[in-house]
């Protein structure tokens, strides 16, 4: 049984160490973070190590690691602390959920995958991307590093999702669609045509509630 160690002290990565102890032959044998974000000595039940002495208390020869954060600035924190982790030289874990439905399709590491996804034939998924449960992802297509797709999501087939981008909550990609890097897909937002670099894809009016008319 390797060990693994989780970057990271929010609800992700909480969330993860359930995921990699209950479905994986990995035992988690502690967690880091960077030092200025640790105020306690233990997380989750288990030793909380800063990230800058993590190789001389779990060297990258007997351990792996996972990058258990978010979406925040377009994952660009994650795709850092990944980037990270892999200069220090360890071998990052990828999670793929046995009750998702995968054919052998090519995933990266450092990859969350979570239960009822379906991912269709001929996909192939890049290195750092989450699929939080639920989504469907269509033939063909390509999601590339650094992505983050919430729940519920269609990706429709022969779609390529470029790298940094974000899909909210039950949105929706035609077939054949493009998005370039860093796109942020708003949740509910159908996409019906490429977009191009740093494009926000919002639900149409008829679909916002009070609360998102506000925010946007």
């Known amino acids: 049984?390797?060990?693994?160690?989780?970057?990271?002290?929010?609800?992700?990565?909480?969330?993860?160490?359930?995921?990699?102890?209950?479905?994986?032959?990995?035992?988690?044998?502690?967690?880091?973070?960077?030092?200025?974000?640790?105020?306690?000595?233990?997380?989750?039940?288990?030793?909380?190590i800063p990230f800058e002495g993590l190789h001389t208390a779990y060297p990258p020869e007997g351990h792996d690691i996972f990058i258990a954060l978010g979406y925040n600035q377009t994952n660009q924190i994650r795709q850092a602390r990944y980037y990270e982790a892999k200069q220090k030289g360890y071998t990052c874990a990828t999670y793929i959920s046995p009750r998702a439905s995968y054919y052998g399709t090519p995933v990266g590491d450092n990859c969350f995958i979570l239960e009822d996804n379906t991912v269709q034939p001929f996909v192939t998924i890049g290195n750092n991307v989450t699929l939080w449960s639920g989504n469907h992802i269509g033939h063909h297509s390509r999601i590339r590093d650094h992505c983050f797709i919430s729940s519920h999501v269609v990706v429709s087939g022969n779609c390529d999702i470029g790298e940094n981008c974000f899909l909210g909550v039950n949105?929706?990609?035609?077939?054949?669609?493009?998005?370039?890097?860093?796109?942020?897909?708003?949740?509910?937002?159908?996409?019906?045509?490429?977009?191009?670099?740093?494009?926000?894809?919002?639900?149409?009016?008829?679909?916002?509630?009070?609360?998102?008319?506000?925010l946007i």
């Open 1 to 48: 049984m390797k060990e693994l160690i989780i970057y990271g002290t929010g609800l992700i990565a909480e969330v993860a160490e359930f995921y990699f102890r209950t479905d994986t032959d990995y035992e988690v044998a502690a967690f880091t973070n960077a030092s200025e974000f640790i105020t306690e000595e233990r997380f989750s039940g288990k030793p909380l």
């Open 171 to 214: 949105a929706t990609l035609r077939d054949n669609i493009k998005l370039d890097r860093f796109v942020v897909v708003g949740s509910g937002a159908i996409v019906m045509k490429d977009c191009p670099e740093r494009t926000l894809v919002k639900p149409a009016p008829s679909a916002q509630t009070i609360a998102d008319r506000d």
